[in-house]
């Protein structure tokens, strides 16, 4: 199936937990130092996926969209994928967890 490998909203949090659990975000934020942003690759859709199934690119997409919260989780960086045959299109490539806010809201 095309989105099996793709990044999932849960794969986001895993990575944002590991910093919690091994101590990082906590450390850093009782020392009063400022916070590490967390950037978060995103394995997606290639402009063959969405010559394939561009529904199932286009699920993607909104399911990791939408738990980025409108930005209260992470923010979502895009590239341009595509080209002649599709055109261009924009898929997030890259989750930043920018704020100590957003990453308690993950947590």
Do not use: C
């Not at 910093?19 to 130092?33: I, K, P, S, T, V």
């Not at 969209?65 to 209260?72: E, K, Q, V």
């Not at 989780?73 to 590239?79: E, I, M, R």
């Amino acid at each position: 199936m095309t989105g099996d490998r793709w990044t999932t909203p849960a794969d986001i949090v895993a990575r944002v937990r590991r910093f919690w659990d091994d101590g990082r975000m906590l450390r850093a934020h009782l020392r009063g130092e400022p916070f590490t942003p967390v950037e978060v690759p995103l394995r997606g859709p290639t402009a063959r996926d969405l010559g394939d199934d561009l529904a199932a690119a286009q699920a993607w997409v909104a399911s990791v969209t939408r738990a980025g919260r409108a930005g209260s989780a992470y923010d979502l960086v895009v590239k341009d994928v595509g080209g002649r045959a599709i055109g261009r299109n924009r898929v997030p490539s890259r989750a930043v967890v920018a704020r100590p806010e957003q990453a308690w809201h993950l947590l």
